[in-house]
């Protein structure tokens, strides 16, 4: 029994080590709050960790009988470690594949863009238009204003392909600007609870209750949605300096 528990103990240990890397590295570079909650990444993590912290080493505490011979005990291991190795490339490129890049503010709303929704054509055109803020691998997540072109046609075009299930503005990296210079837009687009879209009735109520409680006021034009792939929050602004002092859950 000793044995069987210096292994797992080992085991644990050093998946736990590998795991704490990678979630590390892409939580302090894209996923930090409120990207992971945005983007919905918590059953990717669930069977990361089912994997590589439950079942890799557990495995490892019932196949790790010291009377085997050491080659057939690395046999073992090695098999488990092996489906620890693919779980954890196939969550890790999922991870990495749906990273948050950028907190847009466009119209109306608040909106997460994640690696996988950008088009390679329009990465190209945003690399080439717009370097500065073009999305690069090594780049954290930013937030900035996507903002529609001034020629009516661009626009309408772009508006038409949104409607009907296309790429948005979002979603074109060579419109974005620079967060500050969208705040005064910005501003005007700020409402009460009760006005935001995206919300039900039963939402509002309980993002009303949540903000009374830390002391805001839900009536006052000065929140906006911020919508993902899960559940949207809802933003609170000062208005006069047009900054987030507050994310608040619907769900």
């Not at 019932?62 to 969550?91: C, E, F, H, T, W």
């Not at 990296?173 to 009760?194: A, I, M, N, S």
């Not at 309980?206 to 002391?215: E, L, Q």
């Amino acid at each position: 029994m000793k044995f069987r528990l210096k292994a797992f103990g080992l085991h644990l240990l050093c998946s736990a080590s590998v795991l704490g890397v990678v979630w590390g590295s892409l939580y302090w570079g894209w996923y930090h709050w409120p990207g992971w909650y945005l983007d919905d990444v918590l059953s990717v993590i669930g069977v990361m960790a089912g994997v590589d912290l439950a079942l890799g080493p557990m495995l490892t505490f019932v196949v790790g009988n010291p009377l085997k011979s050491r080659r057939d005990l690395a046999r073992d291991v090695g098999l488990i470690v092996l489906v620890q190795i693919v779980a954890l490339v196939y969550g890790s490129m999922a991870l990495w594949s749906g990273r948050p890049l950028y907190y847009t503010f466009s119209a109306d709303r608040l909106e997460l863009v994640r690696a996988s929704d950008l088009e390679p054509a329009e990465i190209a055109l945003g690399l080439t238009r717009n370097p500065e803020l073009a999305p690069r691998w090594y780049k954290p997540l930013r937030w900035v204003w996507a903002r529609f072109p001034e020629d009516p046609k661009i626009a309408n075009d772009i508006l038409s392909s949104a409607v009907m299930g296309g790429s948005d503005v979002i979603d074109m990296p060579q419109y974005f600007r620079r967060w500050e210079e969208g705040l005064p837009e910005l501003r005007k687009q700020l409402k009460g609870v009760d006005k935001l879209a995206n919300l039900s009735e039963k939402d509002k109520k309980r993002v009303k209750a949540r903000m009374t409680a830390r002391g805001f006021n839900a009536d006052a034009p000065s929140t906006m949605i911020m919508t993902g792939r899960g559940a949207p929050l809802v933003a609170v602004f000062e208005r006069s300096s047009v900054q987030i002092q507050a994310l608040i859950q619907s769900d």
